[in-house]
């Protein structure tokens, strides 16, 4: 991609109302625009990333077993008068009437609409266990939407339903789902702590929050030194052994009865990033989602949802990655892997060989955004630090002279001189 030609409104200075560094930097790089409170445009840099949060997270539900589904975001009110919910979820649900005066809503969560799908669908133990899941756009209407992305009012999830026959299979499915949620972060290169917590409106017995440690985060958090030691990108990660420590939100957490001592507690803020159930027959017995048994009698079937707030981790993820010239994306999640840099837009030569290198590159399958304004280099050097790709390749008169190109790191600021075919073969792996 060309920046010339690329859909990058730029901001110089950050909105006055932009409290968050995320949130600054998601604007002034141009990644989203607000329509209305807590209501977000996505532009091309924003989707980018946001597309590949969601690939991320897709690979590792279908690796853990899951089914991809889409379910409607307009859903009659009917459904969750069944399951009790309609009165009891209050302001945050955003409600409506059709042209026949019939009430719906715009789905805050899925747990009526896949109930509903199940129990006019399976009928016998023999089809279970499963479980589906979509990538939605939800509706809340948050009392105080803040903090750009973070808390919006119209966000992206991805939500997962499991049914099985028993409770023994319910937890096997929260196990797996807990680890998903592990691979899914740590591929994004976050550590984020699994918390016991509130299972709030959603409801259930076994609830747990994935909370990555940052000063801006909403959450109140408590949880042992331990973790500060475990390395949570170790292949040979131990699992029960996370589960043991302990670590809660402040409404689980009771000074009184917290088995960790005072010195060994930690205390600090985090992100919610993802948010996992299990509450076993809650809306299968309220909307009569039963199975035949294999001894002839029907079972309701148990439940557990789980949640990854997509658009939200975009934040997150800067949140996490950034310095005082802006964004470090993660290789994993960047919307291009190169940025190249030609410091001379006037110069033939230098022309002539970013562009060569440019279509090398896309031909290796490396994505590259190529700046080629007609710019000083010190706004193009902004631009790329602002904006974060993992790497910049700069072509400059001298270089080109010398046969050399500058490849710099963006997390580490390392820059190192080779040729343009060392740079290709360090890309093209
Ligand atoms: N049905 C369950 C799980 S499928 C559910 O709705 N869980 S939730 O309420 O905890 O939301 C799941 C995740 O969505 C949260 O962990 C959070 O990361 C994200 N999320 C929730 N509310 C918002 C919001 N207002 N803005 C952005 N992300 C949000």
């Not at 969560?109 to 199940?118: A, K, N, Q, S």
């Not at 937890?171 to 976050?190: E, I, P, V, W």
């Not at 001298?398 to 073969?425: F, I």
Request: charged letters at 30%; glycine letters at 8%.
């Amino acid at each position: 991609m060309r920046l010339s030609a690329y859909f990058l409104p730029l901001l110089k200075e950050s909105p006055a109302d932009a409290q968050i560094v995320s949130h600054q930097l998601m604007l002034r790089a141009g990644m989203v625009r607000q329509l209305s409170a807590g209501i977000y445009s996505w532009l091309p840099l924003g989707h980018a990333v946001l597309r590949r949060v969601e690939q991320i997270v897709r690979e590792e539900m279908e690796r853990a077993g899951c089914q991809e589904i889409l379910m409607p975001s307009v859903q009659p009110a009917e459904l969750w008068q069944e399951s009790g919910r309609y009165e009891a979820y209050g302001k945050e649900m955003l409600r409506f009437l059709d042209r026949h005066e019939r009430p719906m809503l715009l789905g805050p969560t899925h747990e009526e609409v896949v109930t509903d799908i199940f129990r006019r669908c399976i009928r016998s133990y023999r089809d279970l266990p499963q479980n589906l899941y979509q990538i939605q756009w939800k509706f809340r209407d948050e009392i105080r939407p803040r903090f750009g992305v973070m808390r919006g009012r119209e966000f992206l999830m991805k939500d997962n339903y499991s049914f099985d026959l028993d409770f023994e299979g319910a937890k096997r499915s929260y196990d797996n789902m807990f680890q998903a949620y592990l691979r899914t972060f740590k591929r994004m290169g976050l550590t984020a702590i699994p918390m016991r917590a509130d299972s709030g409106a959603i409801g259930g017995d076994m609830s747990h929050e994935f909370q990555i440690l940052a000063p801006t985060g909403e959450s109140e958090v408590f949880f042992d030194a331990a973790f500060e030691e475990i390395d949570f990108f170790a292949d040979d990660l131990d699992i029960e052994r996370l589960k043991e420590l302990y670590a809660a939100t402040d409404e689980q957490h009771d000074p009184s009865a917290c088995p960790v001592p005072a010195e060994r507690l930690r205390h600090g803020r985090g992100i919610e990033v993802g948010h996992i159930f299990y509450f076993g027959t809650k809306y299968s017995k309220a909307l009569g989602a039963t199975v035949t048994g294999p001894d002839g009698d029907d079972v309701i079937v148990e439940m557990g949802s789980y949640g990854i707030g997509v658009s939200r981790l975009v934040g997150a993820l800067i949140e996490a990655n950034h310095d005082d010239k802006g964004i470090i994306w993660p290789e994993s999640v960047a919307p291009f892997r190169v940025g190249l840099i030609n410091l001379r837009a006037s110069d033939e030569t230098c022309t002539a060989m970013t562009s060569d290198l440019d279509a090398k590159l896309r031909r290796a399958g490396v994505s590259t955004l190529y700046d080629d304004r007609n710019e000083s280099p010190g706004v193009k050097f902004a631009t790329m630090e602002l904006i974060g790709l993992p790497y910049q390749v700069i072509v400059g008169p001298r270089g080109v002279k010398a046969g050399v190109v500058e490849v710099k790191d963006r997390r580490t600021g390392e820059t190192v001189e080779m040729s343009p075919d060392a740079m290709l073969d360090r890309f093209a792996r």
